[in-house]
T-cell receptor
Framework: GAVVSQHPSWVICKSGTSVKIECRSL??????MFWYRQFPKQSLMLMAT?????????EQGVEKDKFLINHASLTLSTLTVTSAHPEDSSFYIC????????????FGPGTRLTVL | KQEVTQIPAALSVPEGENLVLNCSFT??????LQWFRQDPGKGLTSLLL?????REQTSGRLNASLDKSSGRSTLYIAASQPGDSATYLC???????????FGGGTRLMVKP
């Protein structure tokens, strides 16, 4: 099946710094990737839809200037959390949509962000 | 706006029991519905995907049904094992290219 990777798997940073998370589709090209956030014991909430070669579409309540998304190639999308604060600590998961078939989404293993 | 609800939120059963997890959604106009498994601190593993035109899908000890008109899906796990312990999430997709809307999940604990 299709494989999606994320890097790093976990990161700890100081408040005020910026953190970049990468999402890669390893064996297929993904024109669309999705970024989700999951707080402890809660479900996944969509943050934004990342489209290759164009601007990301953000969900209501998600600050686009704080969560910068770049989808520069068909296999890579990045999420940068700028000026991170402790409340940004969460589990960030990306998914990539397969270009054919039933448009199934394949999920990455997630990135645990802890902001001190 | 689509809302997805999963009941129960948590479930603890002894090993060997057959169990049913429930998922309901408010907008019946869906493209497909998917069941996922998530282990603590890990990403999602897709278990079953049911297209809107299908009634059920089976994989091993898992069977998922879909009643689109009533906005319901169930995940049936036969002969549960401790290794089945995880959080089970259902998610619906409105259109082919659209994102998934997730339910709150059911945290399952199967005791040996």
């Amino acid at each position: 099946g299709a494989v999606v990777s994320q890097h790093p798997s976990w990161v700890i940073c100081k408040s005020g710094t910026s953190v970049k998370i990468e999402c890669r589709s390893l064996d297929f090209q993904a024109t669309t990737m999705f970024w989700y956030r999951q707080f402890p014991k809660q479900s996944l909430m969509l943050m934004a839809t990342s489209n290759e070669g164009s601007k990301a579409t953000y969900e209501q309540g998600v600050e686009k200037d704080k969560f910068l998304i770049n989808h520069a190639s068909l296999t890579l999308s990045t999420l940068t959390v700028t000026s991170a604060h402790p409340e940004d600590s969460s589990f960030y998961i990306c998914s990539a949509r397969a270009p054919a078939g039933d448009n199934e989404q394949f999920f990455g293993p997630g990135t645990r962000l802890t902001v001190l | 706006k689509q809302e997805v609800t999963q009941i129960p939120a948590a479930l603890s059963v002894p090993e060997g029991e057959n169990l049913v997890l429930n998922c309901s959604f408010t907008d019946s106009a869906i493209y497909n519905l998917q069941w996922f498994r998530q282990d603590p601190g890990k990403g999602l593993t897709s278990l079953l995907l049911i297209q809107s035109s299908q009634r059920e899908q089976t994989s091993g000890r898992l069977n998922a049904s879909l009643d689109k008109s009533s906005g319901r899906s169930t995940l049936y796990i036969a002969a549960s094992q401790p290794g089945d312990s995880a959080t089970y999430l259902c998610a619906v997709k409105k259109n082919a290219g659209n994102m998934l809307t997730f339910g709150g999940g059911t945290r399952l604990m199967v005791k040996p």
